[in-house]
């Protein structure tokens, strides 16, 4: 087995497309835009589902104070 290569670039790893180590965000592997874009979309998926939850758990508890059966 070959020896792995080492640097003290973070942004180098392997690309398992090509086979080669390269700098991987030059490469476009790695894409913080992207990561960026992802991290937004699952916080504002996640804090809707919270909201359909919170909404959910109010009509729940309000039904078994007042008595309404829906």
């Known amino acids: 087995m070959g020896k792995i290569p080492s640097s003290d ?3 180098y790893g392997y690309n398992a497309v090509t086979g ?3 700098d991987l965000m030059a490469a476009g592997i790695i894409d913080p835009t ?3 874009y992802i991290l937004k ?3 504002l998926s996640t804090a809707a589902l919270v909201v359909m939850l919170l909404f959910l758990l109010n009509i729940l508890f309000l039904d078994s104070i007042i008595g309404i059966n829906m």
């Open 9 to 11: 670039n973070f942004k």
């Open 20 to 22: 080669k180590y390269e």
């Open 41 to 43: 979309l699952l916080v």
């Open 34 to 36: 992207k990561v960026s």
